[in-house]
């Protein structure tokens, strides 16, 4: 194996990538999301279709407005999932006759009766996860506040002379 030329040196340290926050949230989040690739795959689902799904499941109908703010998804990337979900018949939209502005996504009768075959992907994911119930609470908890942070803030560099 050949060895590696030394790292060049800068005018400033860099932390190490595997000690950034950043870098153990991409790679928490990569490992979360293919936990769930063979438990979804064979219902024909996406995770973030399936969080769409879960979101239809919870609350019956929703506007397309109040889905994207939800899930924190974009028009971009709502519309294409949103539509590859009616064409498989799991759900409909519809223009909300009190407003024409806003669209309605409901599940349809296939789209609901998928809900009992995702019995046990909760629990499932869990188990693998493994962490106690304080724990995972608190973890839940924690990414949600820094998630908070993050949409409210900006990150500058700040200039220095």
Same mark, same amino acid.
Request: hydrophobic letters at 40%; one cysteine or more.
């Given at each position: @194996? ?18 950034? @926050?950043?870098?153990? &949230?991409?790679? /928490?989040?990569? /490992? ?10 064979? *219902? ?6 399936? %969080? +769409? @799904? ?9 506007? +397309?407005?109040?889905?994207?703010? +939800? &899930? ?9 999932? *949103?539509?590859?979900? $009616? #064409? ?17 996504? #409901? #599940?349809? $009768?296939? !789209?609901?009766?998928? =809900?009992?075959?995702?019995? !046990?992907?909760?629990? /499932?994911?869990? =188990?693998?996860?493994? %962490?106690?119930?304080? $724990? ?5 908890? /924690? ?19």
């Amino acid at each position: @194996m050949p060895e590696r030329p030394p790292a060049p040196v800068g005018d400033f340290e860099l932390p190490a990538v595997d000690e950034q @926050m950043c870098f153990a &949230l991409y790679a /928490a989040s990569r /490992a979360v999301t293919n936990l769930y690739r063979p438990l979804l795959d064979p *219902l024909g689902l996406t995770y973030p279709q399936y %969080l +769409v @799904m879960m979101l239809l499941w919870e609350r019956g109908e929703c506007a +397309v407005k109040e889905i994207g703010a +939800v &899930l924190q998804l974009d028009y971009g990337t709502l519309t294409p999932l *949103l539509k590859r979900l $009616e #064409t498989n018949g799991l759900l409909r939209r519809d223009r909300d006759p009190a407003d024409e502005r806003s669209v309605l996504v #409901t #599940t349809t $009768e296939e !789209g609901a009766a998928l =809900r009992a075959r995702t019995r !046990g992907i909760p629990e /499932a994911i869990g =188990r693998v996860i493994d %962490l106690p119930e304080e $724990e995972f609470e608190a973890t839940r908890l /924690a990414l949600r506040r820094l998630t908070s942070h993050v949409l409210a803030g900006e990150a500058r560099v700040s200039e220095e002379t």
